[in-house]
């Protein structure tokens, strides 16, 4: 998966307090220069409001983590207005971002709607900076929308997947039957002949319709 530049996306309705939805952004816009922050809303007003309060925020941080947090939010920031909530929650699941937060109503519809992030934060109690310092979370997350394929990392990903298969010859006969037919359709003779010559092996008796060979 890819892990860096670190990414956030707020979700926020009319419900939101501004303050702290602009808060949050700023506190992931100083990770670095190249990090983006997206606020999605449907509520105009609000969207505003946490526009007009960001730079303020910005300027009150220390010299270095105020340039990291104003090249990112000038350069990366994106504040979208959606239509309704179900246009949010496909707006965020396209973005797939590393991080998002979920500060609107009804958390349980989010949780349940939402597929496409690295780490869920559900609402105004919890923060990204809680993930990043000290909730507990593994906080090693897909980036640059890696969230809409993977997650985060896990002891999955020290383990070696491996699968196997067994058949009896009553129940491989179907199967073969699809193999040989598929294979010739996308012109494999190869593979369509070794399942040819398991059901002759298996079915002497018996006639198939295995599709002309190429």
Known sequence: MIADPTDSLVIADKTADA?????????????????????????QALAEDVIARVPALIDDLPELNKQNATAAWRDYAEVIVCADREDMAACSDEYAPEHLTVQAADLDWWLGRLTSYGSLFLGEETTVSYGDKASGTNHVLPTSGAAGYTGGLSVHKYMKIVTWQRSTREGSKRVAQATARIS???????????????????????????????
């Open 19 to 43: 303050h702290i939805v602009a808060t949050d952004l700023v506190s992931q816009a100083e990770h670095g220069y190249n990090s983006p922050v997206w606020l999605v809303t449907d509520d």
């Open 184 to 214: 010739r359709l996308e012109g494999m003779e190869g593979h369509a002949r070794a399942a040819d010559v398991r059901l002759s092996k298996y079915f002497p008796e018996e006639t198939f319709d295995l599709g002309a060979s190429f």
